[in-house]
């Protein structure tokens, strides 16, 4: 495997695109920076990995060609989708839940610890019923390999988007479990749980709602 097939102009395009997507505020990003500052760095960092798992092999049937499965078996998608937009809303209610609870006198409150392996299962559950992340990963393969192209011309997009998400979701776990985040987190924990609730209900409710 050659350093061009990694950094051709269309596979750099597919990198950007990827970046930007990944790093720009959502559920996921908006799930593991709450984590960090409220549970600490292990919780985000199981959180990422089941995120960063989920994704990953949404990444891999991009290449195997999910999209000719899906053409045949378009109730696949429908089926992701409404399972996908009620654990949104499981989420929004865990949030809610979370901004309503009495403030703890402590100042730099923690959360309850949670055993790592239900966090990175909840990690991974919430981007294996994402269709958005399906079809992201759709484009990017598609944008940076030829139509004659096959799987072996799609991995060097794999592993690169591979890094970036690493790069992405741990830089959210460490810059935000820091000891200033955590006092942060004190101070605006309702604010916190209470917009991850609204952007976990939006996000669910749109996937409940949208047309096929």
């Given at each position: 495997m050659t350093a061009s097939a990694f950094l051709s102009a269309n596979v750099l395009l597919a990198y950007t695109a990827y970046f930007v997507?990944?790093?720009?505020?959502?559920p996921s990003n908006l799930a593991i920076m709450s984590l960090a500052m409220g549970s600490g760095r292990k919780a985000a960092f199981a959180f990422a990995l089941g995120v960063m798992s989920g994704s990953f092999s949404w990444a891999l049937l991009a290449t195997l060609g999910l999209s000719a499965l899906l053409a045949t078996y378009s109730q696949l998608l429908?089926?992701?989708r409404i399972v996908g937009g009620l654990y949104l809303l499981w989420l929004a209610w865990k949030s809610a839940r979370s901004a309503i609870a009495p403030r703890q006198p402590d100042a730099n409150v923690t959360r309850a610890p949670q055993p790592l392996s239900r966090l990175y299962v909840r990690g991974l559950l919430l981007h294996l019923t994402n269709p958005k992340a399906i079809l992201v990963w759709l484009s990017i393969v598609s944008l940076?390999?030829?139509?004659?192209?096959?799987a072996s011309h799609s991995l060097p997009v794999v592993l690169g988007c591979m890094g970036i998400g690493v790069f992405v979701f741990s830089s959210y776990a460490v810059l935000f479990s820091t000891?200033?985040?955590r006092r942060v987190y004190g101070a605006i924990r309702r604010w916190l749980d209470g917009s991850l609730a609204v952007v976990f209900s939006v996000a669910g409710l749109k996937l409940l709602t949208a047309r096929t």
């Open positions: 997507g990944t790093a720009s505020p959502g429908v089926a992701i940076a390999v030829p139509a004659s192209g096959g000891a200033t985040a």
